[in-house]
């Protein structure tokens, strides 16, 4: 069941999310950062002139963000700022060590509490410095892209790479809050945003019919920021999309049947990153593909119409250009196998079952696969090439 944001403003969402483990509230909207350090004094109980607070964020970030996030705080209470290179690479134990001895350095204790400003990325190690810090301190989400924004900073996943996979050390640590300023997203590479959003028509495929109809109808104004909509639009996607996770996180908090939901097109989206040395396309893109190819089986299997796969195509197209890449189906379906959602040497696949619903079955073959990935490679070879892009 999605969450409904609700309406603080005419322009500011709020969601509360409440797990068995941990309740907080998500805020969506713009100008949040202008206000952040009110919010946080309210939250945290922090007088103005505590140094107890430690903002993780990356060079080009703070570049573009601090005047900003600054401005709400008094002079003699600014937050003590670590920054760390941007980029996947980044994401690996070392950053987390630095950050540790760095925090320790600073006098940070258990009272203290980091923010994480930036991407998927800052917030993944941000969150898992504060999982292990002094076993575990306080930490706020502050996502500056869409995926982060839809995804990453909610549910309390958090972790870095292993040169053996992506993601495979981590912990569960939810943040004390999220504040989603979605005017961060208008200093965002197009591609970037383009690409969160199709983590955002996935949230419409698995559990909201209206998301998914607004992304269908109204690209015009989300991909456009001249649109006089786009702000308020683009609001109303990543309110819906923040629901939907919200939704599944609050009924199922670890992963079991209901939070995998959330991986569909992931299967052969994590193929297709892997295929490619996580170079070549971002993550969303991977997940556009990846989607496609899980219509494709769901459509075979009779449990989507000809008409819905087809009104998902074309709106996880609309959100494109999605870049091509070179694989065969076979080398594709062969990554599957070491996909970590894998359990028990059987893989999970999601199917959707309508554009709204999505299901979780085990028994997918081999030969379903190929012929997902064949056509979904056939449809690539099929797309005009994309201009060069931003
Ligand atoms: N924890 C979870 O549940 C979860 C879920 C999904 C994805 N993830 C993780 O998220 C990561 C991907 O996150 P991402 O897509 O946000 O990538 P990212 O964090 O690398 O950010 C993408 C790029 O955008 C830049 N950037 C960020 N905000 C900006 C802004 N407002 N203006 C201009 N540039 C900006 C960054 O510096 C970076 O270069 C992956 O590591 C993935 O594993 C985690
Ligand atoms: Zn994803």
Request: glycine share 10%.
């Amino acid at each position: 069941m999605p969450y409904d944001g609700r309406s603080v403003s005419a322009t500011h969402h709020q969601i509360d999310l409440q797990t068995p483990s941990a309740n907080y509230p998500i805020h969506i909207g713009p100008d949040l950062l202008v206000t952040l350090a009110p919010r946080l004094r309210k939250l945290t109980g922090f007088k103005s002139h505590s140094p107890r607070l430690f903002l993780v964020t990356s060079p080009e970030i703070w570049k573009l963000w601090s005047t900003t996030v600054l401005s709400s705080f008094p002079a003699d209470g600014q937050p003590t700022v670590f920054l760390v290179p941007s980029g996947e690479r980044h994401k690996r134990l070392p950053t987390v060590e630095r950050l540790l001895e760095e925090l320790a350095q600073a006098g940070a204790d258990r009272g203290s509490v980091l923010l994480a400003l930036g991407g998927g990325v800052l917030g993944d190690i941000t969150g898992f410095v504060a999982a292990i810090y002094m076993r575990g301190i306080r930490y706020i989400q502050l996502p500056t892209t869409l995926l982060a924004q839809v995804d990453s900073a909610v549910g309390g996943k958090t972790g870095v790479n292993l040169a053996a996979g992506k993601n495979l050390a981590g912990s569960f640590h939810h943040p004390l809050a999220v504040f989603a300023d979605t005017g961060t997203l208008g200093t965002l590479p197009p591609r970037e945003l383009r690409a969160g959003l199709q983590e955002s028509i996935k949230a419409g495929i698995i559990g909201s019919p209206e998301l998914f109809h607004l992304l269908e109808t109204r690209s015009d104004a989300i991909l456009h920021p001249e649109h006089p909509e786009h702000a308020d639009l683009l609001n109303r996607a990543v309110t819906a999309s923040v629901g939907v996770k919200a939704g599944i996180v609050a009924a199922d908090e670890r992963e079991s049947d209901l939070r995998m939901t959330l991986n569909f097109g992931h299967t052969l989206g994590h193929a297709i990153e892997a295929a490619t040395g996580y170079r070549q396309l971002l993550h969303g893109e991977a997940v556009g593909w990846g989607s496609i190819a899980a219509c494709h089986l769901s459509r075979e299997r009779g449990l989507l119409s000809v008409e819905q796969a087809g009104r998902i195509e074309r709106a996880i197209l609309l959100y494109g250009p999605l870049p091509p890449f070179v694989a065969t189906a076979e080398r594709l379906v062969d990554r599957t196998a070491s996909d970590k959602k894998n359990v028990s040497g059987k893989l999970s696949f999601v199917v959707a079952t309508g554009i709204g619903s999505v299901e979780v079955v085990q028994d997918v073959t081999h030969a379903e696969l190929l012929s997902a990935a064949e056509s979904m490679l056939h449809l690539m070879r099929r797309q005009p090439k994309p201009p060069a892009q931003p």
